[in-house]
């Protein structure tokens, strides 16, 4: 018999599954305030709802045995979508969600053989919502609910944003039977595909520029205003981030401008993002998200208010941050309730309910204890912080 869990995924111990709800109710607090509702995905799905209309590869998600090809989940955002244009249709727009559940990513092992990704998600949907207002509540949103994480300056969190829009500006010149290839290149930062694709030199050098160029927002938008002026998602990301760099100032927080920036999910046409956290021994993506109109119209969203944009983080990415990444409103203490040679458990488990009654933490030793000096030794043993001794 294995002994062993699955490659990838990993048992957590009390502290760790303590911290994840820590972490899920400071981000859900957070939720609420902004007027966001609580929902519930399933973790099985249609392989096509799953792969979100071609935006997410087969080979990511973890395939199930069955009558009927289904899947888990490998992010949250395609589920609820479906779940906003069919159960939720009724439902008055903008329509604000949250959820927190575990996703499954399926990857290739370095030894070749399947390796199964299980993490904690917590993130929110904002469906309906139009133009660059709901980007700027979005983002509002998520900056927030970073300040409720209380993260350590050591952890130099950075917020990387990008827009389909500006890839698409840098490809306008080229045919539709190269876009994707030189996209590609852009994306995964392939210098050497690039100058495989045969391009001329001025054309070549203009994309390796742009490919160098990240960083300050400003900076960024300025040089694109220059090649490319009078753009309209040019002036929407002045004014995204007019309003969050005095935010992002509070927080400790850098602002990030990638125009070839691609997520690994092709699940976005918009705005995308990531929040990235320096970890142990290299940097973490804590959250990422973006807006998805195409998706909810593919789901059966339609007119004005078939959009939808979000963002989720990784609950236990931010937990295995080095340092302590939040803190906790109060500290609980637990008693630890003993029993002497002529007492009983059932005594025991009476003044056990008085406490209970009282909201107090308590643990029962069943065996008694001889004197009051071995119920501290139990004590001491324990991990308690108090005794409840029970001895006539």
């Known amino acids: 018999m294995a002994l062993q869990p699955a490659s990838g995924v990993r048992d957590l111990n009390p502290q760790q599954v303590q911290r994840n709800q820590e972490l899920r109710e400071t981000l859900a607090a957070v939720f609420r305030l902004w007027g966001y509702e609580e929902v519930t995905p399933p973790r099985i799905e249609r392989m096509d709802t799953l792969k979100a209309g071609g ?28 779940a906003a244009c069919t159960r939720l249709l009724e439902r008055q727009r903008p329509l604000r969600l949250w959820s927190c559940g575990t996703v499954f990513e399926s990857r290739t092992a370095d030894e070749g053989g399947q390796c199964i990704e299980e993490n904690l998600h917590c993130g929110v949907e904002l469906f309906g919502g139009l133009g660059v207002e709901s980007e700027l509540e979005l983002f509002s949103l998520l900056l927030a609910s970073l300040k409720g994480l209380n993260l350590n300056a050591s952890h ?49 050098h203009n994309l390796a520029y742009w490919l160098d160029r990240r960083g300050s927002p400003q900076d960024i938008l300025n040089a694109l205003d220059a090649q490319y002026p009078n753009q309209a998602v040019l002036e929407q990301l002045q004014r995204l981030f007019t ?42 993506v804590i959250a990422r998200g973006g807006r998805y109109d195409s998706l909810v119209r593919r789901l059966g969203g339609e007119g004005a208010e078939a959009t939808g944009l979000g963002f989720s983080y990784c609950v236990d990415d931010i937990r295995d941050l080095p340092g302590d990444s939040i803190t906790t409103t109060h500290e609980e203490t637990a008693a630890l309730i003993c029993y002497g040679p002529k007492q009983t458990l059932e005594s025991a488990l009476q003044r056990q309910m008085t406490l209970h009654q009282q909201g107090r933490i308590s643990v029962l030793d069943h065996r008694a204890c001889s004197d009051h000096a071995e119920a501290l030794d139990r004590l001491n043993q324990s991990g308690c912080d108090s005794l409840e001794w029970i001895d006539p």
Not at 56 to 68: A, G, Q, Y
């Open 243 to 284: 309003h969050l760099r005095p935010l992002a100032e509070q927080l400790g927080l850098t602002l990030q401008l990638d125009p070839t920036f691609q997520p690994h999910y092709e699940l976005y046409d918009g705005i995308v993002l990531q929040l990235v956290c320096q970890g142990t021994s290299a940097p973490v």
């Open 156 to 204: 130099q969190p950075r917020l990387l944003i990008g827009h389909t829009s500006l890839m698409d500006l840098l490809l306008e010149p080229f045919e539709s039977k190269q876009r994707n290839r030189i996209r590609t290149c852009l994306s995964q930062y392939d210098r050497l595909g690039l100058q495989d694709q045969g391009l001329e030199r001025a054309a070549y």
């Open 55 to 82: 935006a997410i590869d087969s080979r990511d998600i973890v395939r199930l045995v069955s009558d009927e090809p289904l899947g888990l989940r490998p992010e949250l955002t395609a589920s609820i979508a479906r």
